[in-house]
């Protein structure tokens, strides 16, 4: 089963980049948060979006004893800059092999990758495996390009010559106006 998890406190990467988009969250009051993008809400969630013990008690209700975790699709940012993308990827990669170290026995992590850069792409792809992932989680297309692309190519002959998992996720869809 793979599941979304993310940082219980995101910088706000739009002042420090300079441009907008990008996703925050705004604690309003214990357990709850919203998240926005710049000023705009986008959806509301609670303290099982980013509290592993909380969530290793809610699923072991269900007798699960191991969860999938990865970082929630719209923060993927695969429009921003490169650079900057690749910054928003290694705080969120960092959060989740963080996760993975408080509780080695209860999660597994796919990683973020800054999919519209190649090489910054199989850089953090490597950096995964040195932190202990055991693959990625990629949308279902990179800025209105389909997986296909020669681009990526390089990007999924490393995770097959790592050894690391590689997860699509839908997002974003394409052809939505036809």
């Known amino acids: 089963m793979h599941t979304h998890i993310m940082p219980k406190h995101i910088p706000k990467w739009s002042e420090k980049f300079g441009y907008g988009g990008f996703i925050h969250l705004e604690h309003h009051r214990q357990g709850w948060a919203r998240m926005m993008q710049d000023s705009k809400f986008f959806r509301e969630i609670n303290e099982?979006?980013?509290?592993?013990?909380?969530?290793?008690?809610?699923?072991?209700?269900?007798?699960?004893?191991?969860?999938?975790?990865?970082?929630?699709?719209?923060?993927?940012?695969?429009?921003?800059?490169?650079?900057?993308?690749?910054?928003?990827?290694?705080?969120?990669?960092?959060?989740?092999?963080?996760?993975c170290a408080r509780f080695p026995k209860n999660y597994l992590a796919l990683g973020t990758l800054p999919m519209q850069d190649t090489d910054l792409a199989i850089q953090e792809l490597?950096?995964?495996?040195?932190?202990?992932?055991?693959?990625?989680?990629?949308?279902?297309?990179?800025?209105?390009?389909?997986?296909?692309?020669?681009?990526?190519?390089?990007?999924?002959?490393?995770?097959?010559?790592?050894?690391?998992?590689?997860?699509?996720?839908?997002?974003?869809?394409?052809?939505?106006?036809?």
């Not at 929630?72 to 650079?83: D, G, R």
């Not at 690749?86 to 705080?91: A, G, I, K, R, T």
């Open 48 to 99: 099982n979006c980013w509290d592993g013990a909380i969530r290793i008690k809610e699923y072991e209700q269900f007798d699960t004893q191991v969860q999938v975790v990865c970082t929630i699709p719209v923060l993927f940012a695969y429009w921003a800059k490169p650079k900057d993308c690749l910054e928003v990827s290694q705080f969120l990669n960092d959060d989740l092999a963080d996760l």
């Open 126 to 178: 490597i950096r995964c495996k040195e932190i202990g992932m055991k693959g990625i989680q990629i949308g279902s297309n990179i800025n209105d390009l389909n997986l296909n692309e020669e681009q990526f190519f390089p990007i999924f002959e490393a995770c097959q010559d790592l050894g690391m998992a590689l997860m699509v996720h839908p997002w974003n869809m394409m052809g939505k106006a036809e």
